[in-house]
């Protein structure tokens, strides 16, 4: 195996033996082979779009799927895998029909010829025809997957640059395909969102110049834009706007059902469902946010959320005592002392050997969590953590409704400077440079936040500034996006030229592919200085770096106290 797809890469460089994730390495391998048949898939459905066939979304909607359950702490399942790569290899054999039906004889052999490395290295014994059925459909039997994998992963592209180029388009479109994946879900699709998937990973198969990777790199910002905007009006037309709201940290008396991951469509069903029985609802992890919505402030059975972000998860699903749902990635693997495997349960993209899953909704009807409810009659209430409250809810809506307010503190220099500390938590004890700097930041500074980076602070007593919190929470990682619509508001409201001149800094923490799709989303918007951190990405070469720094100052988080100057100073 070879993957360094998120923060943890194994030596600042890559996992080659497993992954810091515990993804083993033949869980990576199938991955890796998962994605080398998006990219067959991908070529074809390209010539067919181009030619006029009437392709529709069905294509772009399984490649958003089949990238969303590679992404970071989303499926561990071998079998489960293998299933994706079996239908994906089915999708190729339809996409093929038709091309064979469409193309001339002569542009089928040349297309061939320019794809034949992308599915076999014997495909050229039919290069002269087109590939042979053999070659072309390579790994139909199980037994062949893991042999396949190891000759087309990450490092099939020997060229450090392009490689670099290549895995930071698809691990930004890895991150779109789950933003899209979610609006889908409610109902919001759109085809230019699709389009950029099949041609991002289309690209990764031609010899393209610096300058034209780039341009794809940088399109895939505005497609994470697009798709941001996408799911934001697919959460509040389904479920209102965020509201300013406390939520309870601590549990009540009943057996309790704990719901994590990103998906409100779930959090929908399962609220529904549970209604009446006697079991409570608690959000965890990044699934804090439906709190806010007023759809689900209805519920006197939700009661709060309970824990904090991912990667604590074996401590508090052990305390939890009653059912756990993952509703997508940042499921950790379960250790082998943990009593919680046999009351955890997965749907949607994520996969656990030995856990259960709730299969996908059928003609339109909710999923069936009767399964996870009873299961919680027989449990024990959760075990409290902790007492008290914290407050959330100030995505674009609401934090442009007190605009007037904001924009006074501003003028009054009550507020001197926003710093943008949003993104993904992690395990490192380097992650901890962003609880110090929240608890450092002068009085007169406000954070905006959105992901599970909060969690590293949202419970500090950090006060206010005239009735303004100090930690503005706009929601989950996607509602990063209302962090870019307040900001770009603020410059008109101050009728500047650039985002930049804003009194705005970004001190940012990542972790895997959805916060790389957000950087590029703000790379795109032309933000400038952003500073990243724990540690920068191992996909990223020296030579890439090098254009990322001289086109966007990004620099590396540094010591706390010299950082927070910097920032006073917008620099």
């Known amino acids: 195996m070879f993957c360094f797809q998120c923060q943890e890469a ?33 070529v074809l459905h390209k010539w067919l779009k181009e030619k006029g066939a009437d392709t529709g979304m069905d294509t772009g909607r399984f490649v958003a799927k089949a990238l969303f359950t590679t992404i970071t702490n989303a499926n561990f399942d071998d079998d489960n ?11 190729k054999k339809e996409l093929k029909a038709t091309f064979d039906a469409m193309a001339p004889g002569p542009e089928k052999t040349s297309l061939w010829d320019k794809i034949k490395g992308l599915f076999s290295e ?4 039919g290069a002269d025809t087109g590939l042979t059925e053999a070659a072309l459909w390579f790994g139909t039997e199980t037994s062949d997957f893991q042999e396949k994998a190891k000759t087309v992963g990450i490092l099939a592209t020997e060229n450090q640059d392009v490689r670099s180029l290549r895995e930071l388009l698809i691990l930004g479109l890895k991150g779109v395909a789950a933003y899209a994946d979610h609006a889908a879900v409610l109902g919001v699709e759109k085809t230019e969102i699709y389009d950029h ?16 990777m780039v341009a794809l790199v940088l399109k895939t910002g505005e497609i994470a834009v697009t798709t941001m905007a996408a799911l934001d009006e697919a959460n509040t037309t389904a479920y209102g ?29 399962l609220l529904k469902q549970t209604e009446g029985t006697g079991v409570d609802l608690y959000t965890h992890g990044e699934m804090l946010p439906a709190n806010y919505y007023p759809a689900f402030k209805k519920y006197s059975h939700l009661k709060g959320n309970y824990g904090s972000s991912w990667w604590h998860q074996n401590e508090e699903f052990e305390s939890f005592n009653g059912p756990i749902l993952m509703t997508t990635n940042c499921i950790i693997p379960v250790k082998k002392t943990n009593t919680y495997q046999d009351r ?23 999923k069936d969590f009767s399964r996870v409810i009873e299961a919680a009659k027989s449990c024990a209430p959760p075990t409290e953590l902790e007492t008290g409250a914290i407050v959330g809810g100030f995505a674009h809506n609401q934090v442009l409704a007190l605009a007037d307010k904001v924009v006074d503190a501003v003028k009054s220099g009550a507020i001197k400077r926003f710093v943008v500390m949003a993104g993904c938590d992690g395990r490192q004890k380097g992650r901890g440079y962003f609880t110090q700097v929240a608890e450092k930041l002068p009085q007169d500074t406000v954070i905006l936040t959105a992901g599970c980076a909060k969690y590293r602070y949202n419970k500090l007593n950090l006060g206010d500034i005239g009735g303004i919190p100090r930690v503005l929470d706009a929601g989950q990682c996607n509602d990063s996006y209302s962090l870019a619509v307040i900001a770009l508001k603020l410059k008109e409201v101050f009728e500047l030229e650039d985002i930049n001149e804003l009194p705005i800094s970004f001190d940012i923490g990542w972790y895997e592919q959805k916060a790389v799709a957000v ?10 200085g952003i500073r990243l951190g724990p540690s920068l990405p191992a996909f990223v070469s020296p030579t890439v770096l090098n254009v990322l720094v001289e086109n966007f100052d990004i620099k590396p988080i540094g010591e706390v106290e010299a950082d927070i100057e910097a920032m006073m100073q917008g620099k």
Not at 348 to 364: D, F, S
């Open 10 to 42: 194994a030596k600042g460089t890559g996992c080659t033996v497993k992954g810091m994730c515990g993804k083993e390495a033949t869980t990576s391998n199938l991955q890796d082979l998962l994605i080398y048949n998006l990219k067959g898939i991908a």
């Open 241 to 269: 706007n965020p509201e300013i709201t406390e939520v309870n940290i601590g549990v009540g008396s009943n057996p309790g059902i704990l719901i994590s991951g990103h998906d409100l469509k779930d959090m929908e069903e």
């Open 197 to 212: 998937l099949i041609e991002g990973l289309a690209s990764t198969t031609e010899d393209l110049s610096v300058d034209e």
């Open 81 to 91: 895998l293998v299933h994706w790569i079996q239908q994906s290899v089915t999708l």
């Open 519 to 528: 950087l590029l989303a703000l790379l795109f918007l032309g933000v400038k």
């Open 122 to 125: 014997a495909s050229a014994a």
């Open 344 to 366: 955890m349960f997965t749907t949607g993209v994520v996969a656990y050997p030995g856990v259960g899953h709730i299969p996908e909704r059928k003609n339109g009807q909710a």
